[in-house]
């Protein structure tokens, strides 16, 4: 926990143990810097004292991992890696990026490292089409895992976030109707940074717009200029090379083969290093697969899952680099988005989302911001109330299909997750 008057002026004198005694949500290093801190910490104390109120509200989830991943790694006595680690899942496949240890995995300059297996048996994701339509709108993460046969032990909610927040922001403006009724849906998806190592959980959105083409242009500046593709390889096929060339008497070679093996070890057979960038076209054919070799997504998916081309699909991701207000006339020539989202946005945190609002107000598009707090989205929502004169289109609420998985230390003693709560203008 940092201290809320870091950077008042004078250094901290040790570690943030003091809380505000009126909200709670808080935490000073000093009493001075509490006292420093008043003039900014009275606006918010009292909506803070409001949200620790419904802190249970916010670590209430249905799963049977729910304690482990909110309370306990909130307390310290269990962290994302832990986590993930007990389940088989850490720094593999579509996980990488879930704790910190992933950042030495992917921080390779602007790339990102994609893959599109789950890591996890068939039981336990949803690696094929459900085995009925959706009946009714799904409202919470037991309705989404009831439709679709997964128990709730299963950690796929943890990246399945991205798409069911899209899923709720199109039913919240209004437009689940209209999805029987056209043919494509195109959506303005503002700011990817992490979703971009994850691009294969979008194939989730066959599912639940059935019949529709989903379009879906991804604008934000973490979008890399370049992309570079390293064949999938396995650990056997790099130690037979290596064997060889021990038979052959070309030591060197065979130290950088033995070298490359034991990186390969450390990553899932048959991982694909694909770097997506700027201009990019990515065919979802299908579903992200399980680990199986036996089961029949490994067919219907195969070589088809996750694509970089041209070809015709059910769902398209298009990547653009830029901001938003940039690079909108090229990627809207021929029609406007039914809808903008930009999840987790830090509106209040970036005056490049100045114009960005301007643009949006312009075009009279819904537009649905989530963030990993409702503090967050208080800000936010003030910020763009300062630039369009209008209140929000829909009031900040909680979003069901938020990640159920806590933020590590957080600024806050409220709990914070992943599109945790949202709002419309």
Not at 210 to 220: A, D, K, R, T
Not at 247 to 264: C, E, G, H
Not at 364 to 382: I, W
């Amino acid at each position: 926990m940092e201290c809320a008057g870091k950077g008042s002026g004078t250094r901290c004198l040790g570690p943030a143990r003091k809380r505000c005694g009126r909200c709670g949500a808080v935490s000073y290093c000093s009493a001075s810097h509490q006292i420093s801190h008043w003039k900014v910490h009275r606006e918010e104390c009292e909506r803070l004292e409001q949200q620790m109120k419904n802190l249970d509200l916010l670590n209430d989830f249905p799963f049977t991992f729910s304690q482990e991943s909110t309370v306990q790694i909130s307390e310290k006595q269990e962290s994302r890696c832990s986590f993930l680690r007990k389940r088989g899942i850490h720094q593999v496949g579509l996980w990488v990026c879930e704790c910190r240890c992933g950042a030495s995995v992917t921080s390779f300059g602007n790339s990102r490292l994609e893959s599109d297996t789950w890591n996890l048996s068939n039981i336990l994701c949803p690696c094929r089409g459900p085995s009925s339509p959706i009946a009714k709108a799904l409202c919470s993460w037991k309705d989404y895992y009831e439709w679709r046969c997964i128990p709730l032990q299963s950690p796929v909610s943890l990246l399945l976030h991205w798409p069911l927040t899209v899923y709720h922001a199109i039913q919240l403006a209004g437009l689940g109707s209209l999805t029987s009724e056209i043919s494509k849906l195109r959506i303005h998806y503002l700011g990817p940074e992490k979703e971009l190592l994850q691009l294969a959980v979008f194939g989730e959105l066959h599912a639940l717009f059935p019949g529709v083409f989903v379009q879906i242009e991804l604008i934000g500046p973490a979008v890399p200029h370049h992309r570079f593709v390293l064949p999938s390889v396995s650990a056997e096929i790099v130690l037979l090379v290596s064997l060889y060339c021990c038979y052959v008497k070309y030591p060197f070679i065979n130290r950088l083969f033995l070298l490359l093996l034991q990186t390969v070890k450390s990553f899932p057979l048959g991982l694909i290093f694909a770097f997506v960038r700027d201009g990019d076209k990515i065919d979802l054919h299908s579903y992200a697969h399980c680990f199986e070799q036996d089961c029949d997504c490994r067919y219907k998916n195969e070589n088809t899952s996750c694509n970089i081309g041209h070809a015709s699909s059910a769902v398209t991701l298009q990547l653009h680099r830029g901001y938003y207000h940039d690079r909108f006339l090229d990627i809207s020539k021929d029609s406007l988005p039914h809808l903008v989202i930009a999840p987790n946005a830090g509106v209040a945190a970036y005056a490049s989302w100045l114009p960005t609002i301007e643009l949006i107000k312009e075009i009279n598009v819904p537009a649905v911001f989530s963030d990993y707090c409702e503090e967050a989205c208080n800000l936010a929502a003030c910020c763009i109330n300062a630039v369009t004169n209008q209140p929000p289109r829909l009031p900040i609420q909680l979003n069901p299909f938020r990640q159920p998985m806590v933020v590590e230390d957080s600024p806050l003693h409220l709990p914070c997750y992943s599109n945790c709560f949202l709002f419309a203008m």
